[in-house]
């Protein structure tokens, strides 16, 4: 876009007295004085007209980046419209790519008297988005007071960040809830899913279950459930295989899938109620069931992946501990066939040997002719389904 077309542009979509854009003849650069009032006024030209930020080669965007900087209530506005403008692919670019724009986010976010630490999580989530993010696992930081001494990346202080934050203790002004986001990004890389799933020891769990405590209750935020249990289904997808080293890791991730799953009066046998882990036995009427539906299919596509991936001593640790009546009851109660094509999948794995068994039985006593066994259904033979398009859809936050 030439200068003069840009300084129209720019008059026309912020108005008079909003933005004073003055050409410096010499430099060929925009100078923007811009007022709190002013940047406010700026935010709704981020989701409808976005380009008008990249105009003389995206200085509008420069600016924005000193401007998360300024006094807090300048920040809050600018970073609305990075967060909104950043859907565009060369916005996005621009921003996750610089890192010392990045270095000033992870200075701020990890500030516990930050006032605008939801909006920077709001931000490096919608960030992540770029390939280029997988490099925070590398990308190394000055130890930060308030975190373990032994986060010396970008990616494990925001876990750790997160890990603190999420219940309001680490910063009174955020819960840092959006962060999930941006680790359900990553995990589909990788090197971050082996990260998130290697055990370091006996005595320490996978970094995955940092997500776990947040899978349930459906009282607790949607961005917090839906990106906790995206960022497990995506590391058990990318982690290369093979996927036997998880048994260590199924005692820790099967209760916390399993109870969100669970309503508040299944009807689940004694023998059965007696497989499931102590925790989930007696939940009282209180508990509810998870209601969002791309939580429940997170959920159940991620006991699959487990049963899929972890062999045979999986399965059977994933069996033994009751998944399969749990499951059961959310065929039954989900009136969704995307949900119950995804159980039907982990049906077909847990119980697919006993449903041959008992399909070759009744043949065999009635002369050879296949009848209907199990809940008057026919045993669930599916051929698990192809991993799709959808299997590598990373949540989006605007």
Not at 200 to 222: A, E, K, M
């Amino acid at each position: 876009m030439e200068t003069g077309e840009g300084n129209q542009v720019a008059l026309e979509y912020y108005g008079t007295g909003i933005v004073v854009a003055a050409l410096a003849k010499r430099l060929k650069t925009w100078q923007f004085v811009i007022e709190d009032s002013s940047t406010e006024n700026l935010v709704p030209y981020s989701k409808t007209q976005p380009d008008i930020f990249k105009i003389s080669q995206l200085a509008p965007v420069k600016d924005l980046k000193l401007l998360v900087k300024d006094y807090s209530s300048i920040a809050n506005s600018a970073l609305t419209i990075l967060i909104n403008s950043s859907t565009d692919l060369e916005i996005l670019k621009s921003l996750a790519e610089d890192d010392g724009f990045l270095e000033s986010i992870f200075h701020r976010i990890t500030n516990p008297k930050d006032p605008n630490a939801t909006l920077f999580s709001m931000l490096l989530s919608n960030l992540a988005k770029s390939d280029s993010f997988v490099r925070l696992l590398d990308l190394k930081r000055p130890t930060v007071p308030s975190l373990s001494p032994t986060a010396t990346n970008a990616f494990d202080q925001l876990l750790d960040l997160f890990n603190k934050g999420v219940s309001g203790s680490y910063n009174p002004k955020s819960k840092f809830e959006y962060l999930p986001y941006l680790f359900a990004d990553l995990a589909k890389f990788p090197s971050i899913s082996t990260h998130l799933i290697s055990i370091p020891d006996s005595n320490t769990p996978p970094l995955l279950t940092t997500f776990t405590p947040h899978t349930s209750p459906p009282t607790l935020p949607l961005p917090l459930r839906l990106g906790s249990t995206s960022a497990i289904r995506n590391a058990l997808l990318s982690v290369p295989s093979p996927l036997e080293t998880i048994s260590p890791l199924i005692p820790h991730i099967i209760p916390p899938l399993l109870l969100p799953l669970i309503g508040s009066d299944p009807a689940f046998s004694d023998s059965e109620t007696d497989l499931l882990p102590p925790e989930l036995q007696l939940l009282g009427p209180e508990h509810k069931q998870e209601t969002d539906l791309q939580v429940l299919n997170n959920i159940v596509e991620s006991l699959f992946l487990i049963c899929a991936r972890g062999g045979d001593a999986a399965k059977k640790a994933v069996k033994d501990m009751g998944a399969y009546p749990v499951v059961r009851e959310v065929h039954v109660g989900v009136e969704d066939e995307g949900i119950r094509e995804s159980v039907e999948r982990v049906v077909q794995l847990l119980m697919g040997d006993e449903v041959e068994e008992e399909k070759d039985e009744a043949m065999r006593r009635d002369g050879g002719i296949e009848l209907q066994v199990g809940n008057g259904e026919r045993g669930t033979g599916m051929k698990p389904k192809e991993t799709d398009d959808d299997d590598d859809k990373i949540v989006e936050i605007f």
